[in-house]
């Protein structure tokens, strides 16, 4: 099983800064089979990224997800007061599907 | 715009059998999609249960694959999730959610539609 682990677990940042979130993963991730997730409160996770790098369907550019192998990152650019969230990333090139255990962007 | 909604009891007692409904709408179960079941819980975080194709081909997490049946009714365009001698670690939100359309379409995916999820605590 890939374990994916996410870091900072809290990232505390204003509106209007840019934000890097880091995820990586125990073994290399073929094919570039990985995604980011947005949770905010009440809510589903929502689908930012995925092919690590290929924005979902409505997602602004503000959002740019990089990386391969066992080091991704999710950058979130001009910080908008909704984008405070939890984020989560999630490989899809090995069975089983595995998720990180979230960073925490909050309002500073 | 396709919408999914899980359905099912919200309380299961211990040893019990887990039994959840996902009704999809503005879209066909039929498409060339996989569609899956995930869970999450404070302790376990997100974790995906498992995937079914509509033509009925199974994927699941070996960790749970002993307990789970997913399942799928293309005439009400629905899936379900079943799952077996449940304790309260399967206490969680369970949510079920569409696989992103890959070309040929893969049980192992990104996750583009989601339900809005459903609690089920296990207690007696």
């Known amino acids: 099983e890939i374990v994916l682990t996410q870091s900072p677990d809290t990232l505390s940042l204003s509106p209007g800064e840019t934000a890097t979130l880091s995820c990586r993963a125990s073994h290399s991730v073929s094919d570039t089979n990985f995604a980011w997730y947005q949770q905010r409160p009440g809510q589903a996770p929502r689908l930012l990224i995925f092919?690590?790098?290929r924005r979902a369907t409505g997602i602004p550019d503000r959002f740019r997800g990089s990386g391969s192998g066992t080091d991704f990152t999710l950058t979130v650019s001009r910080l908008e007061p909704e984008d405070f969230a939890v984020y989560y990333c999630q490989q899809y090139g090995d069975s089983p599907l595995t998720f990180g255990q979230g960073t925490r962007l909050d309002l500073k | 715009q396709v919408h999914l909604q899980e359905s099912g009891p919200g309380l299961v007692k211990p040893s019990d059998t887990l039994s959840l409904t996902c009704t999809v709408s503005g879209y066909s179960i039929s498409s060339h999609n996989y569609w899956g079941w995930i869970r999450q819980s404070p302790g376990m975080g997100l974790q995906w249960i498992g995937s079914l194709y509509p033509s009925g081909s199974t994927f699941y997490n070996p960790s749970l694959k002993s307990r789970v049946t997913i399942s799928v009714d293309t005439s009400k365009n629905q899936f379900s999730l079943k799952l077996t001698s449940v304790t309260a670690a399967d206490t969680a939100i369970y949510y079920c959610?569409?696989?992103?359309?890959?070309?040929?379409?893969?049980?192992?995916?990104?996750?583009?539609?989601w339900g809005q999820g459903a609690m089920v605590t296990v207690s007696s």
């Open positions: 959610a569409r696989l992103y359309a890959s070309s040929p379409p893969h049980p192992f995916d990104a996750f583009d539609v």
């Open positions: 092919g690590a790098s």
